[in-house]
């Protein structure tokens, strides 16, 4: 990874809720308490961002696929060549880290475009 790198852990509202659960199955004979867990993240580096919010929405898109990012209170949409993803903001607690990496790498890819 550059230095320019930025990965940012999803820190999920819903999260407080789910160790409880996960513990309560464990004890109960569920899965174990390790394997439900995954790492979630948003990473912003020279390659494009990289997003893994669950098991199955994650995309990985190239900063020449990317046509605009849209900010807003609730959420982060990508628009790309091939469509739109959004990152739902209100979901998680460090919603401004979110917010604010994803505005500093909108502004450097159009300020490199205009070059």
Known sequence: MSPKTVTISLDDKRRKVGVWWQKLQHVLGGAPFGLSRKRRFIRVDDA??????????????????????????????????????????????NARDITNALSDWRDRQRLSRAE
């Open 48 to 93: 494009g961002l990289h997003v893994y919010l669950t098991r199955f929405t994650k995309f990985d898109v190239g900063w020449a696929d990317v046509i605009d990012i849209r900010l807003g209170e609730r959420n982060a949409i990508v628009v790309t060549k091939g469509g739109s993803h959004t990152i739902p903001l209100n979901r998680h607690l």
